[in-house]
């Protein structure tokens, strides 16, 4: 099967033929560490983990690249928020410390939803020399200019603005926000270098003290750590239009080539059919989240469970929703290993040898590892790769109870194996074990406590097999009751008492 990814700058789905064979060169724009992250920066680092897990799938050897931004007008107005009159401290080491504290609390919110890390996190106050260098390049091509200590980039030279966007600079004018400047040519034009202000975190430049602008900070880390015509750049919905736009602008203008191949962009989450957003003040933080749901797959299935590029609505019930969801796949899989007694049975299935059962679940294992690698083929379509393996699992289910179906080790083995590897490429499962769903220390006494609680249960003593199991429950041992056997397993996160 070919991979296609859908394309912000051509409006369609491609073929994804990466510049270099047998590697993909990724960059993701990464967070503005200056407050609390939430649902929709989980929106955007979840999909596009997803992404880098399936192209690591693929055989792709895979660089990715998330900057930080560390210094920015919004981080310095939280600072000047945080500032204490009693404990004057100077400004840009407060600028340090709130960027230092939100930076940390961003790997830890993803490093909770088991987004992988990526291979590296350029932060933007590390690399002023090298957007300065960028900024004197488009000045001497005549792309830029320079107004007292402010540099700008000339929005008109550059024949190729509009085109990610799709919109014509004449369009882009009547209906953007533009910021009212008298020093600038245009307003469409854009700044490259700030001009410092006092007491604010400034650097040397040809141009006097000041600091970079934000869109140049992701051309130059990007150019830096993957060249120039690299394969995938992504990021939110809202970063179309201007930050990617104007990266296109100032990247092209520079190198005078294609920036990037494939554009990327993950929907909105929206609240009620707002978009979420702190200036709405409809944020949902994700340490409130965790708090209230704390299987970080609850949260990963969810925004798992529509395509990356479709908006997402946000609800309680729908995070319900998923955690019901979830527990459905972790009871199969608890089902399969317990069938299996923790010991996976390798080898090929004799479809020959198959009862009309087994056959209905190979037939539903073969049809769900080529559905789930379509539907991953085609844009990163998580929501079908999801409901492939649903699929998969009411067919389990409806059958588990039934002799005929649940003999055939090789099978169920494969029936494991086939949720377990699909699931990890989604980010789920990869801690499911035989120790994780059997508490073994304890494993020859509950299952002595099972037998005494089916000799009373035959003996018409409910009351006490009642006792023996609430007993096992407070002890983190859930039973379930089968035709003919009784199966136990250790509680999890989202079992409810």
Not at 33 to 50: I, K, N, P
Request: hydrophobic residues 35%.
């Amino acid at each position: 099967m070919t991979l296609k990814v859908y394309n912000t700058l051509t409006g369609r789905k491609e073929k994804f033929v990466p510049q270099r064979a047998g590697e993909v060169r990724m960059y993701v724009c990464g967070v503005t560490v200056y407050d609390d992250c939430h649902l929709g920066h989980a929106r955007c680092y979840v999909s596009f983990d997803v992404i880098r897990r399936y192209l690591d799938y693929k055989g792709y050897r895979v660089f990715y690249v998330q900057n930080i931004t560390d210094l920015d007008d919004k981080i310095i107005a939280k600072t000047r928020e945080l500032q204490s009159p009693q404990e004057p401290k100077d400004l840009k080491a407060l600028v340090n410390e709130v960027a230092h504290r939100y930076t940390e609390e961003y790997f830890k919110c993803m490093d909770y939803l088991k987004v992988k890390r990526a291979s590296i996190y350029p932060k933007a106050t590390e690399h002023i020399e090298e957007m300065v260098k960028l900024i004197q390049g488009l000045m001497a091509k005549g792309y830029a200019y320079q107004v007292d200590g402010d540099v700008f980039f000339e929005v008109s030279k550059f024949a190729g603005y509009g085109k990610l966007s799709g919109r014509t600079l004449e369009e882009m004018k009547a209906g953007a926000r533009v910021e009212v400047n008298d020093r600038k040519r245009d307003p469409m034009d854009f700044v490259l270098w700030k001009e410092a202000k006092p007491g604010e975190p400034s650097w040397e430049s040809p141009w006097g003290r000041g600091r970079p602008g934000w869109h140049i900070e992701c051309s130059a880390m990007s150019m830096k750590y993957l060249g120039q015509g690299f394969d995938i750049h992504g990021g939110g919905q809202d970063l179309i239009f201007p930050h990617h736009e104007n990266e296109i602008a100032q990247s092209e203008a520079y190198a005078g080539r294609l920036f990037c191949k494939y554009w990327v962009h993950n929907g909105f989450v929206t609240i009620q059919g707002a978009k979420m957003a702190k200036s709405l003040g409809n944020v949902f933080a994700l340490k409130d989240l965790f708090a209230e749901f704390p299987d970080p797959e609850v949260a990963r299935l969810f925004l798992l469970s529509l395509h990356y590029r479709s908006p997402m609505d946000f609800s309680r019930e729908k995070l319900r929703q998923s955690q019901r969801r979830l527990i459905r796949f972790y009871n199969i899989l608890d089902f399969l290993l317990q069938a299996l007694d923790g010991k996976l049975r390798k080898g090929d299935v004799d479809e020959a040898s198959l009862n009309d059962q087994e056959k209905v679940i190979y037939d539903q294992i073969e049809k769900t590892r080529n559905q789930f690698d379509k539907a991953m083929d085609g844009d990163f379509n998580t929501a079908a790769a999801l409901a492939s393996l649903n699929r998969l699992v009411r067919v389990i289910n409806a059958l588990k109870d039934r002799p005929k179906a649940s003999q055939n080790e090789v099978l169920l083995s494969r029936a494991y194996e086939t949720l377990k590897e699909k699931g990890a490429i989604l980010g789920f499962f990869e801690e499911h074990k035989w120790e994780r769903v059997i508490d073994l220390p304890q494993k020859d006494e509950v299952e002595e406590l099972i037998a005494e609680r089916n000799r009373v249960r035959a003996n018409g003593d409910w009351a006490l097999a009642d006792r023996i199991r609430s007993d096992l429950r407070a002890r983190g041992i859930i039973l379930e009751d089968r035709p003919g056997k009784t199966t136990w397993r250790k509680a999890r996160k989202f079992d409810k008492d």
